[in-house]
């Protein structure tokens, strides 16, 4: 039973909406794993312009045999909006990255993204919870993964920002979803902080600074990206020369899709 050759009247369909389209990995991900599973399931790309993005979905409710989506930019913010109920890291987070019709083509949405960090973390032997956590970087990664580690119940997060005002936002809200975990912002220091996590954009291109002073690690880190390309940052790169354990970039990925296939009930026949 093939996902991508053999579809028949049975096959249920699956999506991945974005726009521009050209660049969405999901389908590529997961018709393979359909395939080798043998799953009758295709997942398609959808795409999607904003302005027109409630027809699509009324459209898409209304195909009884379109199971959900993985959901990625522009749409996240605004398909929460449009669900009839949102998972808790959604509704904190303030953003899906999957959305699923259940029996009544109720439109269900939750966010993915931090969940995938940690699962990711875990599969590589990397415990969060009670663990002292620094994290660099208060944009859109930042946002999931500081909800879903304090999910995870690390022992104290320190939350570093370029721009301060978004680390004092996104601590604040996290201190108040998760009032039992210690919540701060601070320097890129982790004097006290067992895990370092790089979620800034910072590293993805030659010439970028790193995102903390190479000379603050300690050989008892562990240095965490989540930056895909390049896999070696020059951050891990420093991180490896002093000593320091390490997780790439790709785990968050790979275990977000797990999850993601888990939510769209897709990875079973
Ligand atoms: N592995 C995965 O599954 C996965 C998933 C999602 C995203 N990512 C990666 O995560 C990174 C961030 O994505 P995002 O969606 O969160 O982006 P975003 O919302 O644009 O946020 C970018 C963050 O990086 C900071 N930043 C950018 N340049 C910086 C610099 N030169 N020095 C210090 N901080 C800098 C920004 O600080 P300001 O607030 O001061 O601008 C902000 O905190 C990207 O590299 C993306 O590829 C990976």
């Known amino acids: 039973m093939g996902a991508t050759l053999d579809i028949t009247g049975k096959t249920r369909v699956f999506g991945c909406i974005a726009d521009p389209i ?3 990995r999901a389908p590529m991900v997961f ?3 359909f395939e080798a599973r043998g799953i009758d399931a295709v997942m398609v790309p959808v795409h999607v312009a904003p302005d027109r993005l409630e027809t699509a ?3 898409l409710k209304a195909q009884l045999n379109f199971g959900g989506m993985a959901v990625t930019v522009p749409h996240k913010l605004r398909l929460m909006e449009l669900c009839d109920e949102v998972g808790r890291q959604g509704r904190l ?3 899906v990255n999957a959305v699923k019709f259940d029996a009544g083509r109720r439109m269900i949405g939750d966010n993915f993204d931090g969940a995938g960090f940690v699962a990711g973390m875990r599969a590589e032997g990397h415990e969060v919870t009670g663990r002292a956590v620094l994290q660099l970087g208060a944009g859109g990664a930042g946002r999931a993964i500081a909800f879903a580690l304090a999910d995870a119940g690390v022992s104290r997060l320190v939350i570093h920002n370029r721009t301060r005002s978004k680390a004092e936002e996104l601590a604040a ?3 108040s ?3 039992a975990v210690p919540v701060s912002v601070g320097d890129a220091d982790p004097d006290g902080c067992d895990i370092v996590i790089n979620t800034t954009s910072s590293g993805l291109h030659d010439g970028d600074p790193l995102p903390i002073d190479g000379g603050l690690l300690r050989s008892d880190l562990l240095i965490a990206e ?5 896999e070696r940052t020059k951050l891990l790169d420093v991180a490896l020369e002093k000593g320091c354990k390490i997780q790439y970039g790709r785990h968050m990925l790979d275990h977000q899709i797990t999850l993601i296939g888990e939510f769209l009930g897709c990875l079973s026949a």
Request: no cysteine; proline share 13%; aromatic share 4%.
């Open 57 to 59: 979905i009324a459209g």
């Open 31 to 33: 018709n393979p794993i």
């Open 226 to 230: 989540i930056i895909m390309i390049p």
């Open 177 to 179: 979803a998760y009032p």
């Open 22 to 24: 050209d660049h969405v």
């Open 93 to 95: 987070v303030g953003a």
């Open 173 to 175: 809200a996290v201190a």
